[in-house]
């Protein structure tokens, strides 16, 4: 009897979305726990740029309220959509609303890892964030990483704390979180 493969009962949420800091393995593990369940992963920061024409860096460049309108927008099409894996934005589901649409839509899973492990995933990170750059657009290094990390995550880990679901995802494997989330999500009481 396999023990990797996990089918979705018919109460299993249909959207399932990953939402945690930059670098805390959401895009990876969303493609791992979609195949596990057979569902489609999304990355919505790709999708926000596929259907705006435009990079991440360049709707930043136009200020993160725009980004964040275009964001919002693109997370807005998936709650249509059965069968999916999400992995938002580090911020996508910080902002007033959005938590709560998403959870309306589907469950949320946060994928939670201590400071430290996030400065060393970032840095070793090639990926432009641009909330991640000094006032010269280059990427912060060190000590000043670190502190943006920690005021950063002071934000918003409130508002992630308000997932359905919170899985500790320090030292695992995507394969290894997803199948902690199926297992969290499976626990809980079914969806509408």
């Known amino acids: 009897m396999r023990t990797d493969f996990l089918l979705p009962p018919p109460p299993f ?12 393995g959401k895009s990876a593990a969303a493609w791992s726990l979609a195949a596990r369940l057979g569902f489609t992963a999304i990355d919505l920061d790709r999708l926000v740029a596929v259907l705006s024409g435009r990079s991440i860096p360049d709707l930043f460049a136009e200020g ?22 999400v992995a938002t934005g580090g911020g996508t589901l910080v902002v007033p609303g959005a938590m709560e649409a998403a959870q309306a839509a589907g469950r949320v899973v ?32 060190g000590e000043a990483l670190r502190a943006r990390v920690e005021a950063l995550l002071a934000e918003r880990a409130p508002r992630y704390e308000q997932a359905d679901v919170v899985v500790e995802a320090d030292g695992l494997t995507p394969k290894e979180v997803a199948l902690a989330a199926a297992h969290a999500l499976d626990a809980l009481p079914p969806t509408a």
Do not use: C, H, N, W
């Open 13 to 24: 949420p249909q959207r399932i979305y990953l939402t945690g800091f930059m670098g805390s």
């Open 64 to 85: 993160e309220a725009a980004f964040r309108a275009a964001e919002r927008e693109t997370l807005e099409k998936t709650f249509d959509k059965k069968q999916v894996v």
């Open 110 to 141: 946060y994928l939670r890892l201590p400071v430290e492990a996030l400065v060393a995933r970032l840095e070793a990170d090639p990926a432009p964030r641009p909330l991640l750059r000094d006032a010269e657009g280059r990427p912060l290094r």
